[in-house]
């Protein structure tokens, strides 16, 4: 109950395209979800988050769309950029506990 | 901005010995966590730290780890017998309030045992 899945492990986006990694989770009660971008040898850096109370949330390029009863989410990068590509992690918190549950992860390659 | 900051960024030591990872949070932070990413993998959570004791523990974080905040400053993770299975990056993060506040993670050290 308190795994988070991810998916794609990777993907492959030509340059100006639009990136969708899925996030699923099934403990109802966490109930913050945020990402987290990671370049090589660096530490994840906080992208963008959401809370289970509105439907979508949007910062420049990255959308995360939140479906409450699906007890599902995703991450949408619009406009994939060479710069984008690292590697992203769904993550969720909530349910009393203050620990992160990560995702497997996954490795974007934006190509030119 | 301000940072968290981990040193060394990287530890090679022999099975058996002891070592210490240590993180810097960022200064007016007050919750304080180590995950851990072993190579390839999901990055993992250790334990987490408030108010100079420890709130909760996974179940990897057995009798081997410690943590200490010593001067209220450094955030310190010391694993007392390295086992070849502790090679991994680990993280430090802090965080202004508990719950659902923002984790903000450090560089990592990279910690191989060999």
């Known amino acids: 109950q308190q795994q988070v899945k991810q998916s794609p492990q990777s993907l492959i986006v030509q340059k100006g395209g639009i990136s969708i990694i899925n996030c699923a989770y099934e403990?109802?009660?966490?109930?913050?979800f945020p990402w987290y971008q990671q370049f090589p040898g660096k530490g994840p850096a906080l992208l963008i988050a959401?809370?289970?109370?509105?439907s979508e949330k949007k910062e420049g390029r990255f959308t995360i769309s939140f479906n409450k009863s699906a007890k599902q989410f995703s991450l949408h990068i619009m406009d994939s950029q060479p710069g984008d590509s690292a590697t992203y992690f769904c993550?969720?918190?909530?349910?009393?506990?203050?620990?992160?549950?990560f995702g497997a992860g996954t490795r974007l390659a934006v190509h030119p | 901005e301000p940072e968290v900051t981990q040193t060394p960024s990287h530890q090679v030591t022999q099975m058996g010995q002891e070592v210490i990872l240590r993180c810097v949070p960022i200064?007016?932070?007050?919750?304080f966590y180590w995950y851990r990413q072993i190579l390839g993998q999901k990055v993992e959570f250790l334990v987490s730290?408030?108010?100079?004791?420890?709130?909760?523990k996974s179940e990897i974080f057995d009798d081997q780890f410690s943590v200490e905040r010593p001067d209220g400053s450094n955030f310190t993770l010391k694993i007392r017998s390295t086992k070849l299975e502790d090679s991994a990056m680990y993280f430090c993060?802090?965080?202004?309030?508990?719950?659902?506040?923002?984790?903000?993670f450090g560089p990592g050290t990279r910690l191989t045992v060999l």
């Open positions: 959401i809370r289970p109370d509105v």
């Open positions: 993550a969720a918190l909530g349910g009393g506990y203050n620990k992160l549950i």
């Open positions: 403990n109802t009660a966490f109930d913050y």
């Open positions: 200064s007016n932070h007050l919750y």
């Open positions: 730290f408030y108010n100079n004791e420890i709130s909760e």
């Open positions: 993060a802090g965080s202004g309030g508990g719950g659902t506040d923002t984790q903000y």
